[in-house]
């Protein structure tokens, strides 16, 4: 009799409990995807160069894991163990072709720039990762909430590497609307007979890997408990 | 000397990890050992060596422009292109699936190793970039896109292997706290990418 009353409870559990809560802020942080986790690193890498992109891919990955999570979450219990990743790619890749499409209607220029990381969306491994470790086990309701938890942690990382890398890059981030938001004087460049020159090191790929690395570096020297032991 | 060329070619120039930077996921997250890491690398070894020639067969007779006319003349118009993102990725999803169920069956102690990522391998970015990449240069025969796939396969293999011995090493060394594990891994990986794109433009 008990163990029911302990059952009807915990199906009643309101959205926003505390344990509900901690499934939003936790990739923030303690269990950030990209730092901690250690998933969806191919597109932070690739697309980090401009703001603009990173926000766009951002929200991208946004829908794609809120739409996948809810929906492997419904079919937890109908997907047969063996075919699972065949049935979970074919959910993730069907959602990425909407959001091709949306980007290519919508925002053509970016969506060009984007092209091929846009279709990578369905190898990003944080989406991936996320179904089989959360969504496959869980209800929609939690699962929904761990996909903006997490993709939101994916988000905050990619537009950190992003600004780094344009304003180092480039001296200047380019934003919709607003042009070219200028962080450098442009009296300080050489050709204006200053001593600054852009840092074109910063464009190409391994300076993504060094700026991850130096990310990591402040993050766990303020959250001590997750520094590795080896 | 055209396989050859092909082959070394996707093992240094074009390497999957240092000059395109694809299957960045495993390659940092079971490169902790060299043992898991050669597993891993001959898994991918593998699978791009069975997917690319399969993929370049879909390829070939299914998806581009005209390719249905081994079925009838009259389809010479169809384009079915737009198609190849979603039969990739199945393919790779199958081919993926059987092999974990070969290494479960056979390898127990490979699986318990590789764990959670031997499934991640249909997510790799390398396994569908390699792919991809075999769709973009339009390899004339299949052999040279076998070539192609095993080159890149070997390519990543030496990549995480080269990783993984320099993290057995780094172990015993004063790194600063915060930047043990993961954090000096990305800095390492980003050392030897500026190393590799010396390799860039060299033509053999």
Same mark, same amino acid.
């Given at each position: 009799?008990?163990?029911?009353?302990?059952?009807?409870?915990?199906?009643?559990?309101?959205?926003?409990?505390?344990?509900?809560?901690?499934?939003?802020? /936790?990739?923030?942080? /303690?269990?950030?995807?990209?730092?901690?986790?250690?998933?969806?690193?191919?597109?932070?890498?690739?697309?980090?160069?401009?703001?603009?992109?990173?926000?766009?891919?951002?929200?991208?990955?946004?829908?794609?894991?809120?739409?996948?999570?809810?929906?492997?979450?419904?079919?937890?219990?109908?997907?047969?163990?063996?075919?699972?990743?065949?049935?979970?790619?074919?959910?993730?890749?069907?959602?990425?072709?909407?959001?091709?499409?949306?980007?290519?209607?919508?925002?053509? /220029?970016?969506?060009?720039?984007?092209?091929?990381?846009?279709?990578?969306?369905?190898?990003?491994?944080?989406?991936?990762?996320?179904?089989?470790?959360?969504?496959?086990?869980?209800?929609?309701?939690?699962?929904?909430? /761990?996909?903006?938890?997490?993709?939101?942690?994916?988000?905050?990382?990619?537009?950190?590497?992003?600004?780094?890398?344009?304003?180092?890059?480039?001296?200047?981030?380019?934003?919709?609307?607003?042009?070219?938001?200028?962080?450098?004087?442009?009296?300080?460049?050489?050709?204006?007979?200053?001593?600054?020159?852009?840092?074109?090191?910063?464009?190409?790929?391994?300076?993504?890997?060094?700026?991850?690395?130096?990310?990591?570096?402040?993050?766990?020297?303020?959250?001590?408990?997750?520094?590795?032991?080896? | 000397?055209?396989?050859?060329?092909?082959?070394?070619?996707?093992?240094?120039?074009?390497?999957?990890?240092?000059?395109?930077?694809?299957?960045?996921?495993?390659?940092?997250?079971?490169?902790?050992?060299?043992?898991?890491?050669?597993?891993?690398?001959?898994?991918?070894?593998?699978?791009?060596?069975?997917?690319?020639?399969?993929?370049?067969?879909?390829?070939?007779?299914?998806?581009?422009?005209?390719?249905?006319?081994?079925?009838?003349?009259?389809? %010479?118009?169809?384009?079915?292109?737009?198609?190849?993102?979603?039969?990739?990725?199945?393919?790779?999803?199958?081919?993926?699936?059987?092999?974990?169920?070969?290494?479960?069956?056979?390898?127990?102690?490979?699986?318990?190793?590789?764990?959670?990522?031997?499934?991640?391998?249909?997510?790799?970015?390398?396994?569908?970039?390699?792919?991809?990449?075999?769709?973009?240069?339009?390899?004339?025969?299949?052999?040279?896109?076998?070539?192609?796939?095993?080159? %890149?396969?070997?390519?990543?293999?030496?990549?995480?292997?080269?990783?993984?011995?320099?993290?057995?090493?780094?172990?015993?060394?004063?790194?600063?706290?915060?930047?043990?594990?993961?954090?000096?891994?990305?800095?390492?990986?980003?050392?030897?990418?500026?190393?590799?794109?010396?390799?860039?433009?060299?033509?053999?």
């Amino acid at each position: 009799m008990s163990t029911e009353v302990k059952e009807i409870k915990k199906t009643s559990e309101p959205l926003f409990s505390k344990k509900n809560r901690k499934l939003l802020s /936790d990739p923030l942080n /303690d269990s950030n995807p990209i730092t901690v986790q250690v998933l969806g690193i191919c597109s932070a890498l690739a697309i980090t160069v401009q703001v603009q992109q990173a926000v766009i891919m951002s929200l991208s990955v946004l829908f794609v894991m809120i739409g996948g999570n809810v929906i492997v979450s419904l079919l937890r219990n109908r997907i047969p163990d063996r075919i699972r990743i065949i049935v979970q790619l074919v959910i993730i890749a069907a959602l990425v072709i909407i959001v091709n499409e949306v980007l290519k209607a919508f925002l053509p /220029d970016i969506s060009e720039k984007l092209s091929v990381f846009v279709g990578l969306i369905i190898t990003n491994c944080i989406i991936m990762g996320r179904l089989e470790a959360f969504a496959l086990g869980n209800k929609p309701g939690p699962s929904f909430l /761990d996909a903006i938890g997490n993709a939101m942690g994916y988000a905050w990382i990619l537009v950190a590497v992003a600004v780094v890398r344009e304003i180092i890059g480039s001296g200047a981030i380019s934003l919709p609307g607003m042009g070219q938001v200028k962080f450098i004087p442009s009296s300080w460049f050489i050709a204006e007979g200053g001593l600054y020159e852009n840092n074109n090191l910063f464009i190409l790929p391994p300076m993504a890997l060094v700026v991850v690395g130096i990310i990591i570096w402040i993050q766990r020297s303020r959250n001590t408990k997750l520094i590795e032991e080896n | 000397m055209e396989y050859f060329s092909i082959f070394v070619k996707g093992i240094f120039v074009e390497n999957m990890i240092f000059a395109y930077f694809l299957g960045m996921c495993s390659y940092l997250a079971v490169s902790k050992t060299v043992k898991t890491a050669v597993g891993l690398g001959f898994a991918v070894i593998f699978v791009l060596g069975i997917t690319v020639p399969i993929n370049y067969l879909l390829e070939e007779f299914v998806l581009k422009e005209g390719a249905l006319t081994w079925i009838d003349p009259s389809y %010479s118009t169809i384009d079915l292109s737009f198609l190849s993102f979603i039969m990739f990725i199945a393919v790779i999803a199958s081919i993926v699936q059987l092999v974990e169920m070969i290494v479960e069956k056979f390898a127990p102690a490979l699986y318990g190793a590789l764990g959670i990522f031997l499934p991640l391998i249909a997510v790799n970015c390398s396994i569908l970039g390699g792919a991809l990449f075999m769709q973009e240069r339009q390899y004339p025969t299949i052999g040279e896109a076998t070539v192609f796939g095993l080159g %890149s396969g070997v390519g990543w293999w030496l990549a995480i292997v080269a990783i993984a011995a320099i993290r057995e090493k780094i172990r015993y060394s004063h790194v600063p706290a915060p930047l043990k594990g993961l954090g000096i891994t990305f800095i390492i990986t980003g050392l030897m990418g500026m190393a590799f794109m010396s390799f860039m433009g060299i033509e053999i």
